[in-house]
Structures are given as C-alpha cells and as structure tokens.
C-alpha cells in the first residue's frame, strides 16, 4: 500500500521551455503533497506543500511563479517549471501523506531534469 | 530552525558485519523521526518512524532507537542488498527536516 507515482521519471529539454511533473497517490487519497529538490550528495530540501483545493505553501527561498503547483484532487498534484533555465537542473521528489498529523510521507521515484 | 545531523557520511561493511548509523537532531517539539532508504536515482523509501524517547522498531535486519537527542538505525548481519542510502527525518509542525544521509555498502 501507499503508492506514489511521479512521471516523467527523466526529462532532458531546451532553456526556456515549461516542464510539468505530474505526482499521483495510486492506492490512497492525499490530503497533503510535498515537492521535494535534491542535488547531489545533499539532502532533500522542501520547495512546497501543496493542500488539495487550495494554494500551495512556499518555501523561503522558493519562487512560486517559477515552480507553478496545482492540487487538483486527492490523488494528483502538478508541478510545473516554468522557463527553465540550466541551474533548474535538479532530481525534483514529490511524497504524499495519507493523513495530517504524523503520519509518514511516502515518495514517488522522482524526476531528473537536465535543462540544456 | 531544526537540524539533523547523521554519520558517518559512508559506511562500508563486510557481509555479516553489524554496525550503527547515527541521526543526532534538535526539534522544536519532535512530532516524529523517521527513517528512510533510498537507492540511486529513486526516491526514499519509508522504513521507519519513532515518536518518544526509549522507543525501538525493527523489520528484518533493521532496528530503530531513539533518545531526546538522537536515533540509530541498528543493522544486524547486513546483506549486499541493503548497500543504499539511509535518511534520517525529523518532523515538527507540518514538514519534515532531512539530513545529508548515510551511505552504507555492503560487499560479499
């Protein structure tokens, strides 16, 4: 149980083009989506929480017209990157949680995204 | 702001050769430490979570401890296939604070 699906799991694109990563819960219903970025050897670093219905929370530091997401329903968030640049070049994670409170997070494979 | 520090930064064992991964954090009020693995190029993968102090949970060759400063992830005659990554988390209010992780290798 709890399965979390991210696609695409690779996407290599020209600068300035607009990527969309799509999250889904496949076997629960998510009242929370977290986006996720991590670099190399570095651990993973929250860019939002996203509620379904409602706007996504940012991160300090995270540009919300940059990384456009949209929870549209209890089983998929979008994120979008929007004229991407090479230093958006990154392994972008999405997690879901069953629950609020302490439940756990449980993460799709994530999308390496190579922006030439 | 919280912080989780884990080490050693990479871990080599022989097959069969027991050790201990370390996550020291500070929280403002702990709602939940968790472990994780993660494979190359995959996201984390949920194994654990422990809420109070004295707290342990085990599954197959992994066992989880945690006091008010600090977990380990116990690893009992480790196998080659449990060479990965190992995140530890914790979580206060509603996100959770990763840190760098432990990479363990296993070699037959």
């Known amino acids: 149980g709890a399965v979390v699906s991210q696609h695409p799991s690779w996407v290599i694109c020209k600068s300035g083009t607009s990527v969309k990563i799509e999250c889904r819960s496949l076997?629960?219903?998510?009242?929370?989506m977290f986006w996720y970025r991590q670099f190399p050897k570095q651990s993973l670093m929250l860019m939002a929480t996203?509620?379904?219905?409602?706007?996504?929370?940012?991160e300090q530091g995270v540009e919300k017209d940059k990384f456009l997401i949209n929870h549209a329903s209890l089983t998929l968030s979008t994120l979008t990157v929007t004229s991407a640049h090479p230093e958006d070049s990154s392994f972008y994670i999405c997690?879901?949680?069953?629950?609020?409170?302490?439940?756990?997070?449980?993460f799709g494979d994530g999308t390496r995204l190579s922006i030439l | 702001e919280d912080q989780v520090t884990q080490s050693p930064e990479a871990l080599r064992l022989q097959e069969g050769e027991s050790s201990s991964l370390n996550c020291s954090y500070t929280?403002?009020?702990?709602?939940?430490l968790f472990w994780y693995r993660q494979d190359p190029g995959k996201g984390p993968e949920f194994l654990f979570t422990?809420?109070?102090a004295g707290e342990e949970k085990e599954k197959e060759r992994l066992k989880a401890t945690l006091t008010k400063k600090e977990s380990f992830l116990h690893i009992t005659a480790p196998k080659p296939e449990d060479s990965a990554t190992y995140l530890c988390?914790?979580?206060?209010?509603?996100?959770?604070?990763f840190g760098k992780g432990t990479l363990l290798t296993v070699n037959p």
């Open positions: 997690s879901a949680r069953i629950l609020a409170g302490n439940q756990p997070q449980h």
């Open positions: 076997d629960f219903q998510a009242t929370t």
């Open positions: 996203s509620n379904e219905g409602s706007k996504a929370t940012y």
């Open positions: 929280v403002s009020g702990l709602r939940g």
């Open positions: 422990l809420y109070s």
């Open positions: 988390a914790v979580q206060s209010n509603y996100k959770l604070t």
